[in-house]
């Protein structure tokens, strides 16, 4: 499969809850490297886990966008 945006950034606000965790995983699986933003840090924490545990990257913070 190709992976157009391998390589490149993207920052996923919502990444601990609802579809965020989602769009992260697929987002990752393309090959990108990710922020992750959210309010719960805890919950965005649990995603970056699971994205690192599956060969992907990204960074996280606990942050609300105002």
Do not use: C, Y
Not at 5 to 17: F, H, M, N, P
């Amino acid at each position: 499969m190709e992976q157009p945006v391998k390589g490149q950034a993207a920052i996923v606000t919502g990444a601990g809850q609802g579809i965020g965790p989602a769009i992260a995983q697929r987002l990752s699986q393309d090959g990108m490297n990710l922020v992750l933003v959210d309010l719960q840090g805890d919950a965005v924490a649990k995603v970056a886990d699971e994205i690192h545990a599956g060969g992907g990257t990204s960074i996280t913070t606990s942050t609300s966008l105002r």
